[in-house]
């Protein structure tokens, strides 16, 4: 039995009004102190509840005890979907069964994450239940943010009608749900490899070979199919034979690499460089392998976790689930994940970091042995001073000092051939990465 | 200074890209930039609010919030107002009437300085504190006011009282339990006024909470059925407990008269004791009823209770 505020300060005034009116001696006082303390006993009374630890019995048998009203209330709940997207909305419906031959009035609360608004309906219910009966509630959460999340559990308690005590129990019910971060529509990305993989398909990259798309014109060699000879180029060339060269189609390998140590969640919640790295992971992804290219992850916080690189569907929800588990933690640097992944990536092949730049004195190092080995490295940098600056967290003064230090990192790393972009919150994931890439 | 600083860092990056020109930053920044100022403040909206408890929030350990917003008063709230106020109303008089200066703090002082009659001011002026401060309490719901007329309330009954029941009124009746049953009503008064005026806060935060759309509540009716019913029982059952409690130096003799038998002696002598009849009996009555109490919750009473009711029904 709990007791609240309320029954807890008529307990008090009861208590020091009987002992002053012993000590002055006063019956008014006495009398007051009694009605209260009556008046306590009784909702005490009747919220038919004792307390079961002066029965002398264990701990484990008190919830039977307990339930006598609450026990016999059963809660079911469905979701509408186990996985979803950022700014989607998830229905839930949760039965509730009185299996008692008595009514209950009872407050029924369904404990959604903190992130999480209730759109529609509402989770916090009282209600008169029939006996033996069962009733639905309704209500729709908006997900704004990408994460494992839980439903549950399901709050149900009882209390006296002046809510003066309550008793509480917690329904074990918990349905869990993934959202996912949001992807935006990439038109062209704009990467395409150097290397080629083994097995061909249907994407261009930039070597001639035996695809389908033009590449450019050459003389005629020697063991040229007939098929592949530019008449017109031939008979404009003044008589040499010329060729016609087509892209060479081949899947490549796209390796995303997400900073998410500590220092990528500054800013907001909803707001910072963690969030926005994920959400461009996920449309980057998306679109890679839509070209039938091969996407590797890496997400580093205290420790590296990395998803093989891998083609088709399959791989977008392993890469989606795993950028919906990242979170902000550690400080690895940059450089222990590139020496650790370096071995494994073929020359040549994308790398596109996600980073704040921020806290990690490796990370020219990392560009430069990674540009060294002759990698496409672009890096799209959130700018958390941006975030923090509009949250209103950062004076103007170290916003000044800090840009300019990260301004001059970011020369830095355009000097060691890195394709670099600072991604302003407002700035479209598309418009970042043509920034990036020159175009 | 700030003003000075160039935020759009490009320059000329050709010779590093293949005669591509990149920008390092994004137009928006141009835009920022534009806005700066030399000041280098902290603005107003980035500090935080604070709210540093008063020192009645301190000494209840919580907040006394007065001006929690509410929606206008429904029905049941309004109905709970109404209540309250004439609980407050009767409470008032019965205060008045059954509350004599003599005995205060008040009326020791006044003695003392030789101005006599302020003592009766300031005891009708802290129940007229009471009643004023009550009645916008419950109106305009406000907790403070509410907590000022119960403590005003509660201060101009504490007095020496030298252990007999004594009437400000001389109309009011001399006899024992008529005194008895009358200083039963003031406290059930009491009691009631302030559950009804905490009510009125609590269903206006309820009603609030329903029509913001946090709260969905499924049988309103049967809801407030109950709350008013136990309305009606509970200062019954409190004023019963209390009575006999009051009476127990009429309860004790009557007793000890049944298992005397022959003689009446040992029980006329108890009807005659003035520890019975004192504040002293009051207590160990309090002490009889309250440990019949203690062991039906010692015996688990209200849940043999409720089992045998789900068995039952």
Known sequence: ?439 | MADKVKVDGGGDTSHLYEGKKVRSSAPSRKKAAGRLKSSTEIPKDAIPEIHVPSFIESFFGGPVVSKQKFLPADRMVSSLQIGAASSLLILCFLTLAITPIAGTAWFAISNMIGITSLAGLFHLSLIVIGLIGGIYGVFQRDKRAMLISYVALILVTIRFAGSTVEFRFDFLPDGEIAQKFILILYAVFLVMYIELSSGVIRFSMLDTSIRMNEVYVMGVNKITRRYHTSLAIAPVIAGAVALMTLLINLIIPAIVDIFDGSSDVASERLRESVELTSVYGVALGTAIVFLIIAIMFGVNLPLRIQQMRERNA
């Open chain 1, 1 to 439: 039995m709990a007791w609240s505020r309320k029954s807890a300060m008529f307990a008090s005034l009861a208590i020091a009004l009987y002992l002053l009116g012993l000590v002055l001696r006063n019956q008014q006082l006495v009398t007051v102190a009694v009605v209260l303390l009556s008046f306590l006993t009784w909702a005490a009374f009747m919220s038919n509840h004792a307390d079961v630890s002066s029965s002398g019995r264990r701990a484990e048998e008190e919830r039977k005890n307990e339930g006598v009203q609450l026990n016999s209330i059963v809660a079911l709940r469905k979701i509408s979907s186990s996985r979803i997207f950022e700014d989607g909305e998830i229905e839930v419906t949760l039965r509730l069964q009185n299996k008692s031959n008595l009514p209950k009035i009872v407050e029924v609360r369904d404990r959604v994450p903190e992130v999480m608004r209730v759109k529609k309906g509402a989770n916090y219910v009282l209600m008169e239940l029939g006996p033996q009966r069962e009733t639905t509630i309704s209500y729709t959460i908006e997900t704004p943010l990408r994460g494992f999340y839980t439903i549950g559990p399901v709050c149900i308690r009882i209390q006296d009608a002046f809510g003066l005590f309550h008793n509480e129990r917690e329904v074990n019910l918990y349905d869990d749900f993934l959202v996912f971060p949001k992807m935006e529509d990439i038109k062209d990305a704009l990467i395409k490899s150097r290397v080629p993989k083994i097995f061909t398909g249907a994407v261009n990259i930039r070597n001639p070979g035996e695809g389908s798309n033009f590449y450019n014109l050459r003389e005629y060699i020697p063991g040229d199919p007939m098929k592949k000879v530019n008449w017109a180029a031939t008979a404009r060339s003044g008589g040499k034979m010329m060729v016609n060269e087509y892209e060479r189609d081949a899947v490549s390998d796209i390796i995303i690499i997400i900073d998410s140590r500590s220092v990528s969640e500054t800013g907001p919640v909803s707001r910072n460089s963690l969030v926005y790295s994920t959400r461009a992971a996920a449309s980057l992804s998306q679109y890679f392998l839509s070209r039938r290219d091969s996407v590797g992850l890496v997400v580093y916080s205290d420790e590296i976790v990395s998803v093989d690189r891998d083609t088709g569907k399959k791989q977008l929800y392993v890469l989606l689930t795993k950028l919906a588990g990242a979170i902000a933690k550690g400080n690895t640097p940059l450089k222990v994940v590139t020496n650790r992944i370096m071995p494994h990536i073929n020359r040549g092949s994308p790398i596109i970091i996600l980073s704040p730049l921020e806290d990690d004195s490796t990370i020219v190092d990392a560009v430069r042995d990674l540009r060294a080995r002759n990698f496409d490295v672009t890096v799209l940098s959130p700018s958390s001073l941006e975030f923090e600056f509009d949250a209103k967290r950062l004076d103007r003064t170290g916003y000044e000092v800090l840009k300019t230090e990260r301004d001059i990192l970011m020369s830095e790393l355009r000097g060691l051939g890195a394709f670099v972009m600072d991604w302003e919150p407002d700035m479209m994931l598309n418009t970042a990465l043509a920034g990036a890439r020159g175009f």
